[in-house]
């Protein structure tokens, strides 16, 4: 309405002195004279600044005259205490320490392979042979050589016992023996690496090489072996989670590809810090009961890593930030029965965020009624009007 009044006075003046103006301007532009012009044009300047002040009383009449008030709508909510749990999200991959890829540890020819993909196995069965090439004979000749040593080595003791012969027949004879022993020993150790056993119970899950081939110690793959009971992820968390991120922490697994969501927690924490990427190492139990769940797949996790029992949260769209960094929101004092209160900026301080969600820390009371739409546009110390979408409805 103000800006009703202020556009039909000027139209007044405007009209009223328009037709002898425009004749003026248009003469003394067409007299080409510089000094006449500039007279003109300084006579027009005062007229405006005439003109602006009688707009400006009449702007400050019309104020004290309108009795409609022009506040902003805006809509509140009220700030309570609640339970906030917020989560770590991260990925990892399944793995077990239970699976092996087994090489041999004897060069040679692989003679015997005594299992087959999909078979279980027991900790320490045989699973495959390898040509000792002629081991098995010397340490029989071995054995021949140890056993005389042995005999001669009792007889001779038997002697010393009594005083009989020399100190130095029966030293020799006790060394002779001795080292005989030991050559068996090492023999018996060679040829017990041509025999393949399971380190652990499980089931074969890839035979490599087939019977028949050539073998290298340490480099050629026999078999893959896995066991599915002990189960696990492993995932590198960031180093600023380092005091929250802790053994015995609840976690949700949730496994996309089988449709699958886990409750479990973690089992072991590292105490080293990966200085390429400033991470640190968690293991997070996996159950396997129905032993679906296979070593590489991928998996989402939620650690819960702190916990509110009287957190107050507010949506994040709602607060501002000001020049110096403080974040602010703007809540609703002195409202009246007509819900027409005051808009007050209060600084805050906040915490986790969990979505769209934020905790608040500090500066902002249970109970503060904060203005949710219109809070970008509102000023501290303004006038608002608190709508209610229920009324507006029921109207």
Same mark, same amino acid.
């Given at each position: 309405?103000?800006?009703?009044?202020?556009?039909? =006075?000027?139209?007044?003046?405007?009209?009223?002195? /328009?037709?002898?103006?425009?004749?003026?301007?248009?003469?003394?532009?067409?007299?080409?004279?510089?000094?006449? =012009?500039?007279?003109?044009?300084?006579?027009?300047?005062?007229?405006?600044?005439?003109?602006?002040?009688?707009?400006?009383?009449? &702007?400050?009449?019309?104020?004290?005259?309108?009795?409609?008030?022009?506040?902003?709508?805006?809509?509140?909510?009220?700030?309570?205490? #609640? $339970?906030?749990?917020?989560?770590?999200?991260?990925?990892?991959?399944?793995?077990?320490?239970?699976?092996?890829?087994?090489?041999?540890?004897?060069?040679?020819?692989?003679?015997?392979? @005594?299992?087959?993909?999909?078979?279980?196995?027991?900790?320490?069965?045989?699973?495959?042979?390898?040509?000792?090439?002629?081991?098995?004979?010397?340490?029989?000749?071995? !054995?021949?050589?140890?056993?005389?040593?042995?005999?001669?080595?009792? +007889?001779?003791?038997?002697?010393?016992?009594?005083? =009989?012969?020399?100190?130095?027949?029966?030293?020799?004879?006790?060394?002779?023996?001795?080292?005989?022993?030991?050559?068996?020993?090492?023999?018996?150790?060679?040829?017990?690496?041509?025999?393949?056993?399971?380190?652990?119970?499980?089931?074969?899950? &890839?035979?490599?090489? #087939?019977? /028949?081939?050539?073998?290298?110690?340490?480099?050629? *793959?026999?078999?893959? =072996?896995?066991?599915?009971?002990?189960? @696990?992820?492993?995932?590198?968390?960031?180093?600023?989670?380092?005091?929250?991120?802790?053994?015995? !922490?609840?976690?949700?697994?949730?496994?996309?590809?089988?449709?699958?969501?886990? &409750?479990?927690?973690?089992?072991?924490?590292?105490?080293?810090?990966? *200085?390429?990427?400033?991470?640190?190492?968690?293991?997070?139990?996996?159950?396997?009961? &129905?032993?679906?769940? $296979?070593?590489?797949?991928?998996? +989402?996790?939620?650690?819960?890593?702190?916990?509110?029992?009287?957190?107050?949260?507010? *949506?994040?769209?709602?607060?501002?930030?000001?020049?110096?960094?403080?974040?602010?929101?703007?809540?609703?004092?002195?409202?009246?029965?007509?819900?027409?209160?005051?808009?007050?900026?209060?600084?805050? #301080?906040?915490?986790?965020?969990?979505?769209?969600?934020?905790?608040?820390?500090?500066?902002?009371? *249970?109970?503060?009624?904060?203005?949710?739409? /219109?809070?970008?546009?509102?000023?501290?110390?303004?006038?608002?009007?608190?709508?209610?979408?229920?009324?507006?409805?029921?109207?």
């Amino acid at each position: 309405m103000k800006n009703i009044y202020s556009i039909f =006075i000027i139209t007044l003046l405007l009209t009223s002195c /328009g037709g002898g103006q425009k004749n003026s301007t248009e003469n003394v532009l067409e007299s080409n004279s510089l000094e006449t =012009i500039r007279k003109k044009r300084g006579e027009l300047v005062n007229e405006q600044e005439a003109l602006n002040e009688q707009i400006k009383m009449l &702007d400050e009449k019309i104020k004290t005259l309108d009795t409609t008030k022009h506040v902003p709508l805006i809509t509140t909510f009220t700030a309570k205490t #609640e $339970k906030f749990e917020h989560v770590l999200e991260l990925q990892g991959n399944v793995t077990t320490k239970n699976l092996l890829t087994i090489t041999p540890e004897y060069n040679g020819i692989l003679t015997h392979v @005594y299992v087959k993909e999909g078979q279980k196995v027991r900790k320490g069965q045989v699973l495959a042979k390898i040509d000792d090439g002629g081991l098995s004979q010397q340490i029989a000749q071995l !054995k021949i050589q140890s056993d005389l040593a042995k005999t001669t080595y009792e +007889r001779q003791k038997r002697l010393w016992d009594q005083n =009989i012969g020399s100190e130095i027949q029966f030293l020799q004879a006790k060394s002779t023996y001795e080292s005989q022993q030991e050559a068996v020993n090492q023999l018996q150790q060679q040829i017990a690496k041509t025999t393949v056993k399971a380190p652990f119970s499980g089931t074969i899950d &890839d035979v490599i090489t #087939e019977q /028949g081939s050539v073998v290298a110690a340490g480099q050629t *793959p026999l078999m893959r =072996i896995v066991n599915l009971d002990d189960m @696990y992820i492993e995932v590198e968390v960031p180093e600023s989670y380092v005091s929250n991120v802790v053994k015995g !922490k609840k976690v949700q697994v949730e496994l996309p590809v089988l449709g699958k969501t886990i &409750d479990t927690e973690i089992r072991q924490v590292s105490d080293f810090i990966n *200085p390429a990427n400033r991470t640190f190492t968690a293991e997070i139990e996996v159950p396997n009961k &129905d032993k679906d769940i $296979k070593p590489n797949l991928t998996a +989402r996790l939620k650690i819960n890593d702190y916990t509110s029992e009287n957190a107050i949260l507010i *949506p994040q769209s709602v607060i501002s930030e000001n020049a110096e960094g403080e974040q602010y929101v703007y809540v609703v004092s002195n409202k009246n029965a007509e819900d027409v209160g005051t808009a007050k900026r209060v600084i805050i #301080e906040t915490g986790k965020t969990q979505g769209d969600i934020i905790e608040v820390t500090n500066n902002l009371e *249970p109970g503060a009624e904060i203005i949710k739409e /219109g809070a970008r546009s509102v000023k501290d110390g303004q006038s608002v009007e608190v709508i209610k979408y229920k009324e507006a409805g029921n109207e």
